[in-house]
């Protein structure tokens, strides 16, 4: 968009009426983000030929939202950690707050000194809220400092993410572009229309990939609705179209989605190779592993390789203790042949190589070859579940809730009473509130909507049954009684 498109649209609140601002400007969004202008390409002091590998880190960054207030209101479980300071790792509430902002003191220093640094960033809806309602302001001036200071924007990219870091695969298909555009509402909310309209590329929570084919194809139609060009996956949640490991890991690939109908869509998938997360980051090991590495041919372009990690940006000893000094390091001792990159600008730069989308290496959501091999042609609902139900006769660990870093936790086996209500609550609000046809800005909307998104955080099935189960029982019950107090629903 242009600088006087954007100028003309009004300044969004942050908070409206107590809730932070999640709806009600679909139409400017969309606007905004639906643009194919280049992002860093105009900046970049970057050239291919003079490298010959880079490599990208992303940091994710959440809290969830629990009602653990007075009379169980909605607060941060940042805030949780700092009233009660003795429970389990509570007391690094301190530390944690520190990490969500020093990527602002760092970005800054480093290029005061001439360095040529670069991260991605993946802020949960929950945590920017949860920052809004405990006053601090000081970590969100801080990180609008190198988002929206045009000094910085070239060293700096945000990622887009679910609002309420709902793992996709269990997600109801209704609700995946509703958290899509209500982190974009909020984001742009708080760092302007400008800083939206440079958000290109999404980190799905949990690094979770649906591999059902229709809840696939519905969550990379909501990406390509809502603007975004390419996602980050794990090596591990992908396959090739023969159903084999992929070949080309630090090449980027086109993620092929297919549903039940025959329809396929496609958007670029940059892949997260396998290790511990935190380690790999926290100790910047894809500098170290992106110099081991040369050119490599993409269709009749060579070009040069990126090594590509996300992990947790405050959690663990390793992120809060050592990765300011590692990140640091690598910067000061760079070989200038090694690069840093963020992914938009690593796919401009490949694009103006001539580079073409329809060259990537092809890839697919893991296990989707073995249901393909039983469905042949015949694209129905039923075909799908009955090559399914196959499957999983011949092979008990064949699953479709989808894939993710911690492949050793599933997000729901045990969690029924959780998924459940979950899945009762999305569909009163579908139901009652979103085919009422009201306007998306009314705040009786807007609650409605947070409790649906609160309730699918992944937080509330990732730590066994007990209080977080509790908590999910209570978000329901809270959003179901607002649900009939405003939208004059009956008792049945």
Same mark, same amino acid.
């Given at each position: 968009?242009?600088?006087?498109?954007?100028?003309? @649209?009004?300044?969004?609140?942050?908070?409206?009426?107590?809730?932070?601002?999640?709806?009600?400007?679909?139409?400017?969004? =969309?606007?905004?983000?639906?643009?194919?202008?280049?992002?860093?390409?105009?900046?970049?002091?970057?050239?291919?030929?003079?490298?010959?590998?880079?490599?990208?880190?992303?940091?994710?960054?959440?809290?969830?939202?629990?009602?653990?207030?007075?009379?169980?209101?909605?607060?941060?479980?940042?805030?949780?950690?700092?009233?009660?300071?003795?429970?389990?790792?509570?007391?690094?509430?301190?530390?944690?707050? +520190?990490?969500?902002?020093?990527?602002?003191?760092?970005?800054?220093?480093?290029?005061?000194?001439? +360095?040529?640094?670069?991260?991605? @960033?993946?802020? !949960?809806?929950?945590?920017?809220?949860?920052? $809004?309602?405990?006053?601090?302001?000081?970590?969100?001036?801080?990180?609008?400092?190198?988002?929206?200071?045009?000094?910085?924007?070239?060293?700096?990219?945000? @990622?887009?993410?679910?609002? /309420?870091?709902?793992? &996709?695969? !269990?997600?109801?298909?209704?609700?995946?572009?509703?958290?899509? $555009? =209500? #982190?974009?509402?909020?984001?742009?909310?708080?760092?302007? #229309?400008?800083?939206?309209?440079?958000?290109?590329?999404?980190?799905?929570?949990?690094?979770?990939?649906?591999?059902?084919?229709?809840?696939?194809? *519905?969550?990379?139609?909501?990406? %390509?609705?809502?603007?975004?060009?390419?996602?980050?996956?794990?090596?591990?949640?992908?396959?090739?179209?023969?159903?084999?490991?992929?070949?080309?890991?630090?090449?980027?690939?086109?993620?092929?989605?297919?549903?039940?109908?025959?329809?396929?869509?496609?958007?670029?998938? @940059?892949?997260?190779? *396998?290790?511990?997360?935190?380690?790999? &980051?926290?100790?910047?090991?894809?500098?170290?592993? =992106?110099?081991? %590495?040369?050119?490599?041919?993409?269709?009749?372009?060579?070009?040069?390789?990126?090594?590509?990690?996300?992990?947790?940006?405050?959690?663990?000893?390793?992120?809060?203790?050592?990765?300011?000094?590692?990140?640091?390091?690598?910067?000061?001792?760079?070989?200038?042949?090694?690069?840093?990159?963020?992914?938009?600008?690593?796919?401009?730069?490949?694009?103006?190589?001539?580079?073409?989308?329809?060259?990537?290496?092809?890839?697919?959501?893991?296990?989707? +070859? *073995?249901?393909? *091999?039983?469905?042949?042609?015949?694209?129905?609902?039923?075909?799908?579940?009955?090559?399914?139900?196959?499957?999983?006769?011949?092979?008990?660990?064949?699953?479709?809730?989808?894939?993710? #870093?911690?492949?050793?936790? /599933?997000?729901?086996?045990?969690?029924?009473?959780?998924? !459940?209500?979950?899945?009762?609550?999305?569909?009163?609000?579908?139901?009652? &509130?979103?085919?009422?046809?009201?306007?998306?800005?009314?705040?009786?909307?807007? $609650?409605?909507?947070?409790?649906?998104? %609160?309730?699918?955080? !992944?937080?509330?099935?990732? #730590?066994?049954?007990?209080?977080?189960?509790? +908590? =999910? $029982?209570?978000?329901?019950?809270?959003?179901?009684?607002?649900?009939?107090?405003?939208?004059?629903?009956?008792?049945?």
């Amino acid at each position: 968009m242009t600088s006087t498109q954007l100028i003309n @649209l009004p300044q969004l609140p942050e908070i409206v009426d107590g809730l932070p601002n999640i709806s009600g400007w679909e139409t400017e969004v =969309a606007s905004v983000v639906l643009h194919q202008e280049p992002i860093f390409l105009p900046t970049t002091n970057i050239r291919l030929e003079e490298i010959t590998a880079g490599f990208a880190i992303a940091l994710h960054m959440h809290q969830p939202i629990i009602p653990a207030g007075v009379n169980s209101a909605l607060m941060s479980n940042l805030q949780y950690m700092f009233e009660y300071p003795h429970e389990g790792d509570n007391h690094n509430a301190g530390p944690f707050s +520190y990490c969500y902002s020093r990527m602002a003191d760092f970005i800054p220093e480093l290029v005061s000194q001439g +360095y040529n640094p670069r991260v991605m @960033l993946d802020y !949960s809806g929950n945590l920017l809220w949860g920052l $809004q309602q405990m006053g601090r302001g000081d970590i969100l001036e801080n990180l609008k400092r190198i988002t929206c200071d045009r000094t910085y924007q070239p060293y700096v990219e945000w @990622l887009g993410t679910m609002w /309420s870091h709902s793992v &996709v695969p !269990s997600t109801p298909i209704p609700d995946i572009k509703l958290h899509i $555009q =209500a #982190w974009q509402h909020h984001f742009a909310a708080i760092f302007g #229309w400008e800083a939206l309209a440079r958000v290109k590329g999404f980190s799905p929570p949990e690094m979770h990939l649906p591999n059902h084919p229709d809840t696939l194809y *519905q969550f990379i139609k909501a990406l %390509l609705e809502c603007g975004y060009r390419w996602l980050i996956v794990q090596e591990h949640t992908v396959e090739s179209l023969t159903g084999e490991a992929l070949q080309f890991q630090h090449l980027p690939h086109r993620l092929i989605a297919r549903n039940s109908a025959g329809e396929t869509l496609s958007i670029t998938a @940059l892949i997260k190779t *396998q290790g511990s997360d935190t380690k790999l &980051v926290g100790q910047m090991q894809p500098y170290y592993e =992106a110099k081991t %590495l040369s050119w490599q041919k993409l269709g009749s372009v060579s070009i040069p390789p990126l090594v590509t990690q996300i992990a947790d940006g405050e959690n663990g000893g390793v992120m809060m203790n050592e990765f300011p000094s590692a990140f640091k390091k690598v910067w000061y001792e760079q070989d200038r042949r090694v690069v840093g990159l963020t992914g938009t600008e690593y796919l401009e730069l490949i694009q103006a190589a001539g580079c073409r989308f329809e060259d990537y290496p092809m890839c697919q959501a893991a296990g989707q +070859y *073995q249901i393909w *091999q039983r469905v042949q042609d015949d694209f129905t609902p039923d075909a799908i579940a009955n090559a399914i139900t196959q499957i999983k006769q011949a092979n008990p660990n064949f699953h479709i809730d989808g894939a993710s #870093w911690t492949n050793h936790i /599933s997000w729901v086996a045990g969690y029924e009473n959780v998924l !459940s209500p979950m899945n009762q609550l999305s569909a009163l609000f579908h139901e009652k &509130v979103d085919s009422a046809n009201i306007d998306t800005k009314q705040s009786e909307y807007r $609650q409605a909507l947070l409790y649906n998104l %609160l309730l699918q955080t !992944s937080c509330f099935r990732y #730590w066994g049954q007990g209080v977080w189960t509790d +908590y =999910a $029982q209570t978000i329901f019950d809270q959003g179901t009684a607002a649900i009939k107090t405003n939208f004059a629903v009956a008792d049945s």
